[in-house]
Structure formats: structure tokens, C-alpha cells
């Protein structure tokens, strides 16, 4: 009887969806909090500060997580984890500064399109490299197909858009800033492993982060460009959580992620952020986020092209027919090839 436990599975999948489309939320907050401050990196700079709050919370009343801290210390004064796994923030910073730019020109729809589709295609590239904890992964043909479809259904929405008169840029920065988020996930896996702790992993990323940014603000500011002021407007005060979505992203993924495996949690994920965001373009419109026919088959392309990349390559019975039993391995026989895989799901 397989109805009973197909409840729990459903549940953390319409959870997942619906952290999915927190990260929809995300992008349009931190789009609608560069224009009233005046800048993406101002934006970035807030959305950083309110994801910190959050996780140095969690990092605060957790002994655990607290243990696991001291833990990282001991590693990098020890050479045991190289300084440099620590920058994957610098990732996450691009990646609110891409949303802050390009959605208020683009709207979310097709920033989360061009973003999840540099993120499959740079965990293409990042997988055939030593950089993830689980070492070199084989590219197989589905993957290389997937990202194909991927790209394909991106560029059928991008050269629409860029028809209307968007510059090329507009697409290229969240394509860029979803390729080098599959580094930070790389990055954060070696760190979540060496401390055992993803509230640590996700506390060194928004450190990292908003110390850059603080850099980067103190830059601007210097050079001339007026920060403009927080949201007055009583409509506006949501602007300001856009790290807090992000948190809550990684909160409720983190739960699931167990009921689910990795490759449902990825599927889950992207399409609530899929479905998110074409809801947010049609219901709230906002300049620039038209929501045509081509957006939608694009949308669907690139889902499909994700299903196609994560999918687990079937092992034939065949395999196993031709060896003689004790030729047999019970560990490899039972590991699906794909479950080292991960997918374009999270986000910082």
C-alpha cells in the first residue's frame, strides 16, 4: 500500500513550490528596492543585512551550529580548508545586484529563466572540474541535452525581448550570475561537509557578502551617487525582506530536502519559482515585465530542458545479466548514477 507515505512526499513537494516561489518574490522585492535606494548595490547591501539577521539568529541559539563555527575556525587556521572556499558569497552579492538591474527592465519571469538556465549550464562546466565535494562528475548525454534545451528555449525568449529594444546585457547579467552560483554551490557543499552544519555554510555566505558590499556601497557613495532613502510608501515595507526570502528558501529546502531527495526538491523548486514568477508578471505587472506567448513556451522549455538534465540515467537489466553473481556489487548496483547530481536549486 503505497498511498500512505505518498502524502509526506506531496507535502514537502507543495512546501518546496512554495519556497520556490519565495525566491520569485526575492527577485522582485530586490528589484523594486534598487530604484527606490538608487542603486543595485545599495540593494544588495539591505537584502544582505536582513539575510544575516536572520541566520546569525539561527547561528546564535543553536549550540550546534554554534560548535560547528568554532569548528570552521580550527580548519582555516589549520590549512585544512583552503581561505579562498569562504568567497562564494561574492556570488550571491552578483546575483542580487542581476535582480536589483535587470528585473525592473525584464521583469521576473525572464530573469528566472536566463538565471536557471547560466545555472544548469555552469553546473555543467563546474561537475566535469575537481571543484564539488563529490569530485569530477560524468557528463552524460542527457545532461548535455538538457542544458541544449535549456539554452534553446532562453534564447527563443531573449531574441523576442531583445526585438522590443532591451539591450543585450539585460539577459547576459542573471545568465552570468546563475553560471558562477553553481561555483558558490560548489563552495558551500566543501564547507557544509567540513563543518556538518548548513547554518555555518549559510552564515559565511551572507558575511562574505555583505562585508563586499559595504565595500562596494562605502565606493559609491564616495564617487558620488546619493543613496536615496528606505521605502516610505505603506505599500513598500515587503521591498526590504528580499534576504529574508532567501533564507526562508533555504530554511524550508533544507527540511524537504529529505522527503524528497535532491532531484524532486530540484524540480519542486524551480517550478514554483517558474510559476512564481510568470504569477508575479501577469498579476503585478511592473514595466518591462510583459508576459507574451513566448514567454510561457519558453518558460515550459526551459522546466523541460531541467527534467531532461536531472533525470537518473537508467541502469538495463541487462547489466547485471551478463555477470556472473559474485561478479555482482550490491553498493554500486543500488547508487543511482545521478544521485551526486545537484540541482539548480538553491539560492543565496
Not at 102 to 114: E, W
Request: aromatic residues 6%; contains cysteine; charged residues 10%.
Amino acid at each position: 500500500m503505497r498511498s500512505p507515505s505518498l502524502v509526506p512526499v506531496l507535502t514537502a513537494g507543495l512546501v518546496t513550490i512554495t519556497a520556490g516561489a519565495a525566491m520569485s518574490l526575492q527577485g522582485r522585492a530586490n528589484g523594486l528596492l534598487g530604484q527606490v535606494l538608487g542603486h543595485a548595490v545599495f540593494a544588495a547591501l539591505v537584502s544582505f543585512f536582513v539575510g544575516l539577521i536572520c541566520v546569525g539568529i539561527a547561528l546564535a541559539v543553536s549550540a550546534k551550529s554554534r560548535a560547528a563555527g568554532r569548528r570552521l575556525f580550527t580548519l582555516l587556521r589549520d590549512r585544512a580548508l583552503p581561505w579562498w572556499m569562504l568567497l562564494g558569497g561574492l556570488s550571491g552579492c552578483l546575483v542580487v545586484i542581476a535582480q536589483a538591474t535587470t528585473i525592473p527592465r525584464i521583469g521576473v519571469a525572464m530573469f528566472t529563466m536566463a538565471f536557471v538556465s547560466g545555472q544548469v549550464t555552469g553546473g555543467l562546466i563546474v561537475d566535469a572540474t575537481e571543484l564539488p565535494p563529490g569530485g569530477r562528475q560524468r557528463l552524460g548525454v542527457l545532461r548535455i541535452l538538457g542544458v541544449v534545451i535549456v539554452l534553446a528555449s532562453l534564447a527563443f525568449a531573449a531574441g523576442d525581448r531583445l526585438q522590443s529594444g532591451i539591450p543585450l546585457w539585460t539577459p547576459l547579467l542573471p545568465l552570468v550570475s546563475g553560471a558562477l552560483t553553481s561555483v558558490q554551490q560548489a563552495f558551500n557543499g566543501h564547507i557544509r561537509a567540513a563543518t556538518e552544519s548548513a547554518v555555518v555554510a549559510t552564515t559565511v555566505n551572507f558575511t562574505v557578502g555583505f562585508a563586499a558590499l559595504v565595500v562596494g556601497a562605502f565606493v559609491l557613495l564616495m564617487t558620488g551617487h546619493p543613496w536615496h532613502g528606505f521605502p516610505t510608501a505603506p505599500d513598500q515595507w515587503w521591498i526590504l525582506l528580499g534576504g529574508a526570502f532567501g533564507v526562508v528558501f533555504i530554511a524550508l529546502t533544507t527540511v524537504t530536502v529529505a522527503r524528497l531527495g535532491v532531484l524532486l526538491l530540484s524540480l519542486f523548486a524551480l517550478f514554483g519559482n517558474l510559476v512564481g514568477a510568470l504569477a508575479l508578471d501577469v498579476l503585478l505587472p511592473i514595466p518591462g515585465s510583459d508576459v507574451t506567448l513566448t514567454t510561457v513556451l519558453s518558460a515550459i522549455g526551459v522546466l523541460i530542458g531541467i527534467v531532461v538534465t536531472i533525470l537518473p540515467v537508467p541502469v538495463g537489466p541487462s547489466t547485471s545479466a551478463v555477470r556472473p553473481k559474485s561478479a555482482v556489487r550490491p553498493k554500486s548496483a543500488v547508487r543511482p548514477s545521478s544521485g551526486s547530481r545537484r540541482g539548480p536549486a538553491s539560492r543565496t
